[in-house]
């Protein structure tokens, strides 16, 4: 399990997390949503330690990550998987040798191991047959698959998706969600998805929780955000077109 207690991050004097406190139940969907700014990224590069917080502290299975020498910290970030916003392929490298990079960076597997590895990978985000393909001859969700087969290598408890549906068209990004539901079932991992996309939220999430000017505004279930009552959220969620909570007023 993944708790955040207290956490505050400022960048130039400019505070973006506000004393958030948060857990992440284990084998669960949790998204963060809020407006651009409210600090989402932040707190997910918090969450692997990437990010140091000027306050609180993020505990990931009982080990408190400001506490831990480098050596301990590389050791916990190898319980996760991070799918970036632009995938961040290597454009020099195939699919399956961008699959494989990990595998040979931070496993012991040896070079066979490794490519048999990174084709069950392929084949969970349903493309085995595009594994010689440079991302430059992949559409935007292949390339987004691939960098999540990539982000499932090494067997992750804990997977952090950045705007996985950014870009892409409704039908693509419905694939990409399907994917994210059943690689956590299969697989049994924790996910944490910061997303705009309040249509792919509701589809995946188990918990919400809405960041508002660095603050955990609300947090609940999907059933729970239908039944909300709070402006602020509701705001939020119909500014992306998507009616929940009290008809929105006309002028």
Request: with cysteine; hydrophobic share 40%; aromatic share 6%.
């Amino acid at each position: 399990m993944i708790e955040v207690r207290d956490l505050e991050k400022s960048f130039g004097g400019k505070p973006v997390l506000r004393g958030v406190s948060m857990e992440i139940p284990e084998a669960s969907t949790y998204c963060l949503i809020g407006r651009s700014g409210s600090g989402k990224s932040v707190l997910l590069k918090h969450l692997v330690g990437l990010l140091k917080p000027d306050a609180g502290r993020v505990i990931v299975d009982g080990a408190p990550l400001d506490e831990l020498s480098y050596t301990d910290l590389r050791r916990v970030r190898r319980k996760f998987g991070v799918l970036f916003q632009g995938g961040a392929l290597f454009d020099s490298m195939s699919a399956i040798e961008n699959v494989e990079f990990p595998l040979q960076t931070f496993t012991d597997l040896n070079r066979r191991e490794a490519r048999r590895r990174a084709l069950e990978c392929l084949e969970l985000v349903e493309l085995p047959e595009l594994g010689k393909k440079t991302p430059a001859e992949l559409s935007g969700g292949q390339q987004k698959r691939v960098a999540l087969a990539r982000a499932i290598a090494v067997e992750p408890a804990y997977i952090l998706y950045d705007e996985p549906t950014s870009g892409l068209d409704p039908e693509t990004s419905r694939t990409i969600d399907d994917l994210i539901d059943r690689l956590g079932r299969e697989l049994g991992t924790t996910s944490v998805v910061v997303s705009h996309d309040m249509h792919s939220v509701l589809r995946i999430a188990d918990h919400v929780g809405f960041l508002h000017e660095g603050r955990l505004h609300w947090r609940g279930t999907v059933d729970e955000i239908h039944r909300a009552t709070d402006e602020t959220l509701l705001s939020f969620v119909r500014a992306n077109e998507y009616q929940i909570g009290r008809p929105a007023t006309t002028a």
